[in-house]
């Protein structure tokens, strides 16, 4: 399965076109450029794709209902509305190796986003994860220490707290995060839960998550949320449930004969994650690389893809480390050069840092303000 996308005129992005999408894809750019939207927008497109493999699923299986995809509501939810203009496109097109291909199509004169009809033998089901960056916040959250008229903060905060929620209540023993020598578990009393910090070294300390550092308050979903995506996230409830709610509401479970059970169906879990690098000390953002990468890719139960926006250049220089150790079987986290994909979006475009013929990724540009300020420095004499 190959995916490809291409995307005008929406918001900061002009033209940008990924043929084939890497299982470990990473954007680095300014504030600003397009790194999140294009990484909302493939999330978003990958969503679709899935409620089609789900509608395809039940229309071989002798049922009739059919989602209605309103694109208008559709991207108003994932607050990508404001960007549409009269000369937005996107194509979204997943192929296989048998010259199949499905594409989803979206301008603005489309009120609805057209079902496509995918043959039985490529139906597949995936769970489209989405790790925003308002994330820090769901330690206030969780102790109403925030409040939000309407108790929401949008489509992807509630994403990621849905995913958070489900994630601590199968992982009873929490989470350690040893470069940032914490564990963070909940206790229960006849209060109700609390979230809490303890310490993993010598250092005996034992606070609640919402007191906890910035650098801690970031690190704990992601790190909580990618375990939990690993090891303990369960295709077969997630497809039952999906499923079943559909047939419930169309009222058409007697007809439902399946046509394909899912232990036969390609499962796959995207996992997309909004700057992992916020309030982290360059150390340890490197370190949280390592730790995303190995229960993504090494110790993993599921498949997992993975795609990520930064605005940091030591996460994009430590891929090159990731590449090394690959390369040289080395011990720790490790990645293959052939599976990663880095871009930088600058200009509403993407320039590809791969450098083909050295197996790097090319760092330099993302050296010029470090050497734009010793040149200053230096010229004050």
Same mark, same amino acid.
């Given at each position: ?122 139906? /597949? ?76 070294? /010598? ?40 499923? =079943? ?75 090159? &480390? =990731? ?56 010229? &004050?004499?």
């Amino acid at each position: 399965m190959k995916e490809s996308i291409s995307i005008k005129n929406l918001g900061p992005i002009k033209d940008i076109t990924i043929d084939g999408i890497k299982p470990f894809t990473v954007l680095i750019g300014e504030s600003g450029s397009g790194k999140s939207t294009l990484m909302k927008v493939i999330a978003l497109f990958r969503w679709l794709y899935k409620q089609q493999n789900i509608d395809s699923y039940l229309n071989a299986s002798n049922n009739a209902a059919s989602f209605v995809l309103i694109s208008k509501k559709i991207f108003q939810n994932c607050g990508l509305d404001q960007f549409i203009t009269d000369d937005t496109e996107i194509h979204y097109t997943v192929s296989f190796d048998r010259s199949y291909s499905y594409t989803i199509d979206y301008t603005k004169e489309k009120e609805y986003i057209s079902n496509i009809r995918i043959d039985s033998n490529d139906i /597949s089901f995936s769970k489209i994860g989405f790790i925003s960056e308002t994330r820090t916040i769901i330690p206030h959250w969780l102790n109403k220490a925030v409040s939000i008229k309407g108790a929401s903060l949008g489509f992807y905060f509630d994403e990621v707290l849905s995913d958070f929620n489900q994630a601590q209540e199968l992982i009873g023993g929490g989470i350690e995060m040893p470069f940032l020598n914490t564990h963070f578990h909940v206790t229960k009393n006849e209060l109700g839960k609390k979230y809490m910090i303890n310490s993993l070294g /010598s250092d005996d300390f034992d606070i609640e998550y919402k007191d906890s550092s910035s650098g801690i308050k970031n690190v704990v979903p992601i790190a909580l949320i990618t375990e939990y995506f690993s090891k303990n996230f369960n295709f077969e409830k997630a497809f039952n449930r999906s499923v =079943l709610d559909i047939l419930s509401d169309s009222d058409n479970l007697t007809e439902f004969k399946p046509i394909r059970n899912l232990s036969t169906m390609e499962k796959k879990i995207f996992l997309h994650i909004e700057e992992p690098e916020l309030s982290l000390y360059p150390d340890a953002q490197c370190a949280l690389m390592d730790d995303i990468v190995s229960k993504c890719f090494i110790n993993n139960k599921n498949e997992i893809e993975l795609f990520i926006s930064t605005h940091s250049p030591y996460i994009i220089n430590h891929l090159n &480390l =990731l590449i090394r150790r690959f390369d040289k079987n080395a011990d720790g986290a490790k990645y293959s050069y052939d599976d990663i994909a880095v871009y930088q979006v600058i200009n509403g475009k993407i320039s590809d840092l791969k450098i083909q013929n050295e197996r790097l990724i090319n760092t330099n540009l993302l050296s010029e303000t470090i050497n734009t300020i010793y040149s200053k420095y230096k010229n &004050l004499g």
